[in-house]
């Protein structure tokens, strides 16, 4: 019987390997199904494509109509040059198209789309419909698409131009269909598309329609009103110019000054030859030109333009075309960086020499200070001498009294200092009180401790969350009065989606109109006045990477950025019992000798550094 079991258990010598299928060519409908995945991802994806065709064909007028989000229904109608009858078919064949046609034309594309991969792709997973007409044409002429298969050219009418309508995105493909969000999310995406594009090209007239319904209009305009009216007002008002050439080069655009950095990367637009792009060069560049004027957990908001030689770029990365590579990166990284440096230092220096009021910077301009002591003149000195000569003769008795009493205060308050070597559960010891609003100041047995009130509070904070949330106890705090904020649609919908990672979070959001939403709970270790600016980052983040990346790898950006905002800021009112609470919890924290930003929270002057900067006994 053992035998039995053994030979059971040894693994067969010959296994049966069903044979190799024969290799062969896919069908085309497969093919363009395949590059769809990549091409089409979203409404959005699509939308992008037909607006780029649409500028490709010199169109000045481009009006967009969206149904459910562009899942059921996505048209583009411009006034562009059209397709003539015999070429409507081609214009739905993969790797049909008019931008290229050699080598040489694929290393310096000057237009927008060029792959003649898109209207394919979206044959393949929609029902679609081409109608165009050419200006010397006497009507238009209709071509329809169901499952990859081509109608005959039918005639239409159709003014000058061309209209490309998707119906019932990945119909054909149900499990494709699937990932797509909601209706909501969806179209968030595709206005977030189509502002890019009306950014591109000030010079071009707009409109988006979403079920029936107005949501942009804007007619040709120049770059400061185009931006003005996407962004708003507000970022005019805090940006400056950047312009900067050098040979081919041409970098220009605006960018907002730190006093309109953000929290999110939600107003960042940099476009290379007219596209939009996301490269990591240019987005160094940027981030170098503002390190030294921007803290870094905020976000500088800009829409630049580089103008260069096709040559010198390559936007066939990716099937998206939103990455390029440069083949002078760096090069490109120093014109830019230099380009925004020289136009913000300019600014800052203008700013500089106004004169404004900046009540910290005056109380350190009467600071004695190494480079600038404090010295009187001789009639000075004499005049402060007979001042205080005569107040001494005056209230002599008094003044001896008052320093001895401060002397036997002094004492008292040496005395009821513990030892940190007898109390070591204290070595911060115990607050004195505060300075410019921003430091607590503290005595132990050693001297003066002086703390960076809101660094050292937000590592307190950080650490809780971390902790509660591993734990998965994060304490929750229902709020009695609802914070209501506006919204945009892509907010809104990650609330409707993401609902099991904010309740992670220890958030309870809800949508309460289509551009308003309200937090009703918060965790209760956050500060409520800061419900809204905490509300807006978490949204951020599941949006921008998802509630499994937000949840995961970026969990710790996420919790210390939570953290920045609850933290007690400048200038807030502290009592002494609130002080030492912050000390107390400092000294029973992980890691509280650094804020979550690497910077010290706090540092420690000796009585003997004390004694030698008064050069007491000397």
Request: hydrophobic fraction near 40%.
């Amino acid at each position: 019987m053992r035998h039995d079991v053994a030979r059971r258990n040894v693994a067969p010598l010959f296994r049966y390997n069903p044979p190799m299928p024969s290799i062969q060519l896919l069908p085309d409908l497969l093919i363009n199904q395949i590059a769809a995945g990549e091409v089409i991802e979203r409404p959005a994806s699509a939308l992008k494509e037909l607006l780029e065709n649409s500028l490709d064909a010199g169109a000045t007028e481009i009006a967009v109509q969206l149904e459910g989000g562009g899942i059921k229904r996505l048209v583009v109608r411009d006034n562009g040059c059209g397709i003539a009858k015999e070429q409507l078919p081609l214009a739905l064949m993969r790797h049909a198209t008019s931008k290229i046609a050699f080598l040489d034309d694929l290393q310096r594309v000057a237009s927008m789309g060029f792959r003649g991969e898109a209207l394919a792709s979206m044959a393949a997973v929609a029902q679609v419909t081409l109608s165009s007409r050419t200006a010397d044409a006497a009507h238009a002429w209709q071509v329809e698409a169901i499952n990859g298969a081509l109608s005959e050219a039918a005639p239409s009418a159709h003014a000058p131009g061309t209209s490309f309508e998707m119906r019932e995105l990945y119909f054909n493909t149900p499990a494709r269909r699937k990932f797509l969000k909601s209706e909501s999310t969806e179209y968030a995406w595709c206005e977030e598309t189509f502002k890019r594009i009306a950014l591109s090209r000030p010079d071009v007239a707009f409109s988006l329609q979403n079920n029936g319904k107005s949501k942009w209009q804007l007619a040709s305009q120049d770059l400061p009103q185009r931006i003005n009216a996407i962004l708003g007002s507000e970022f005019g008002q805090y940006a400056v110019t950047v312009e900067r050439e050098i040979g081919p080069l041409h970098l220009y655009g605006i960018a907002a000054l730190p006093a309109y950095s953000r929290s999110t990367r939600d107003e960042q637009y940099f476009f290379v030859n007219g596209r939009f792009v996301r490269d990591k060069v240019l987005m160094h560049a940027v981030r170098q030109a503002y390190q030294d004027i921007l803290h870094h957990q905020r976000h500088p908001a800009f829409v630049l333009f580089l103008d260069m030689p096709p040559e010198q770029v390559d936007v066939n990365v990716h099937p998206a075309k939103s990455e390029v590579r440069f083949r002078e990166s760096q090069g490109i990284h120093q014109f830019v960086f230099h380009g925004l440096q020289d136009a913000l230092s300019k600014t800052m220096k203008e700013s500089a020499e106004a004169p404004t009021v900046a009540p910290r910077e005056e109380v350190a301009t009467f600071a004695p200070t190494q480079q600038q002591p404090m010295r009187f003149g001789a009639a000075e000195q004499q005049a402060t001498y007979r001042v205080w000569e005569s107040q001494s003769q005056a209230l002599g008795p008094r003044i001896e009294d008052r320093v001895s009493n401060s002397r036997e205060s002094h004492s008292a308050t040496q005395s009821s200092i513990p030892n940190p070597q007898s109390s070591p559960e204290h070595p911060l010891g115990y607050a004195l009180g505060q300075l410019a609003g921003i430091y607590i100041l503290a005595q132990n047995q050693q001297g003066l401790i002086v703390v960076d009130m809101h660094a050292a509070h937000e590592r307190i904070v950080y650490e809780r969350l971390k902790n509660a949330f591993d734990a998965q106890q994060m304490p929750t705090q229902p709020l009695l009065i609802p914070v209501t904020f506006g919204a945009d649609p892509l907010a809104i919908a990650t609330v409707e989606e993401e609902q099991d990672a904010l309740n992670k979070l220890g958030f309870d959001i809800a949508p309460i109109s289509t551009h308003t939403l309200a937090v009703r709970a918060m965790p209760a270790m956050l500060k409520q006045s800061h419900a809204e600016a905490a509300a807006r980052e978490v949204l951020h983040e599941l949006h921008e990477f998802g509630a499994s990346r937000a949840l995961t790898e970026r969990r710790n950006e996420l919790l210390a950025t939570l953290a920045c905002h609850s933290a007690v800021r400048a200038n807030q009112k502290l009592s002494l019992p609130e002080m030492n609470a912050i000390l107390r919890e400092m000294e029973q924290t992980e890691r509280a000798d650094q804020c979550n930003h690497g910077r010290p929270t706090w540092f420690q002057v000796t009585l003997a550094e004390l004694d030698a900067m008064f050069m007491r006994g000397k």
